[in-house]
């Protein structure tokens, strides 16, 4: 029951003896290579930059993003588990950068459970009160009231290699609770499990936020979890950008790709006189269209999900995913070819945006495949203010 608030938070992994050496005497020898999503200071790599942001209180804020993007490294830098190389953390109103984990009142749950394996499920969820010094029948109540909130009364005796990877999620998830923290932390609690379980816990992560008063981080890579379970949602997932001016026109030069704006952020633009300069860029992929040329792409790996395709294809060096739904194929041969599969190795596809008024507004892809046409279904929503790729 808290407010939570990064200000600035950024996290830098020092080179390791001699690494730096070695890398300087590298960049000496060939020309540097630009790694993507990667930044290199000499102090370090820089895991998490500039970070902010504000939490209320009982609030379920859901960290999202890729692997490598910073979420696990922010939620352990709440947690006191990473050191803050910059920038101010504060919960109720108090920084605790310099605060020891036990006098944070947070709890933490893992994604691999982190339970003694030689302790009973009991002791496991008591052993935090414990080192409290809280009173045993203090102990036993909270024990037993987090056991009945999660279902798992009849395994207090077990052993966690007795338990299943749900019920030992649920331990996990009660080891935390019976603390009563400030902030709760779940750093993606549902990976290691199977869909029908994934399914159940979040479920169960849901009731438990309607019967536990306190304010949750949820960290996790996938969307469905963040859509059911957060009241808001953090996409660490932009590009280092450069917005460019050349007279009235805006554009931005992100990966070598070019990214014009809409005519209304160009005014907005030119109203306020920006000039050129570094900025942070987020694209959504629904918001995107493909230049009038289309894009050239090699079929590598085709796969039958049932109700679509998926074609994953290697276009201009870079790989890309076509989600083709069987239901709008034209041609029935893609799936009757001598390979057996919907598209051969080595195909060569042809993508590119319908023309038509009526079909842009629709935002549906065309991809040609030899003679055949395939439609790619059409996206959820469309902007009235889309990025042009060309």
Do not use: W
Not at 32 to 38: D, F, Q, R, V
Not at 82 to 91: A, M, N, P, Q
Not at 328 to 354: K, Q, W
């Amino acid at each position: 029951m808290a407010e939570v608030q990064l200000k600035n938070i950024k996290k830098v992994y020092p080179f390791v003896s001699g690494e730096q050496k070695k890398s300087k005497k590298k960049k000496a020898d060939e020309p540097e290579k630009k790694k993507a999503n990667l930044q290199i200071t000499d102090e370090g790599v820089v895991a998490v930059q500039a970070f902010n942001l504000d939490i209320k209180d009982k609030e379920f804020i859901v960290l999202v993003g890729p692997s490598g993007c910073g979420k696990s490294t922010t939620l352990r830098m709440v947690a006191g588990l990473e050191e803050i190389s910059g920038g101010e953390l504060i919960i109720d109103g108090k920084v605790m950068n310099d605060v020891a984990p036990k006098d944070r009142d947070i709890a933490m749950v893992f994604q691999n459970y982190a339970l003694y394996p030689h302790m009973t499920v009991y002791d496991n969820m008591a052993f935090s009160l414990k080192l409290r010094k809280e009173p045993k029948d203090v102990i036993d109540k909270k024990v037993r009231e987090a056991a009945e909130i999660l279902d798992i009364t009849q395994y207090l005796e077990r052993k966690p290699k007795a338990l299943s990877g749900g019920q030992r999620q649920r331990v996990a998830i009660g080891r935390a609770i019976v603390r009563d923290p400030k902030v709760m932390l779940m750093d993606e609690p549902l990976s290691n499990l199977d869909a029908k379980l994934r399914n159940e816990m979040r479920a169960e992560i849901i009731k438990l936020r309607q019967r536990i008063n306190t304010t949750f981080m949820y960290v996790t890579h996938d969307q469905t979890e963040a859509m059911t379970l957060g009241d808001r949602i953090v996409i660490m997932n932009f590009f280092d950008a450069e917005l460019k001016r050349e007279g009235s026109k805006f554009f931005v030069e992100v990966g070598g790709i070019k990214v014009e704006l809409a005519p209304e952020k160009e005014a907005r633009l030119l109203a306020n006189d920006v000039q050129s300069q570094s900025v942070t860029l987020g694209v959504r992929p629904e918001h995107t269209d493909v230049a009038d040329k289309g894009i050239t792409a090699r079929v590598e790996v085709a796969e039958m999900m049932g109700s679509s395709v998926h074609l994953h294809v290697n276009a201009e060096g870079r790989d890309v995913i076509i989600i083709v739904p069987t239901i709008e194929m034209d041609l029935i041969c893609l799936f009757h070819n001598s390979y057996g599969t919907a598209a051969p190795f080595g195909t060569a596809v042809t993508f590119r945006e319908r023309l038509t008024a009526d079909r842009y507004r629709r935002g549906v892809l065309r991809l040609s495949l030899k003679q055949a046409r395939v439609f790619c279904y059409p996206i959820r929503s469309v902007s009235s203010d889309p990025c042009m790729i060309r």
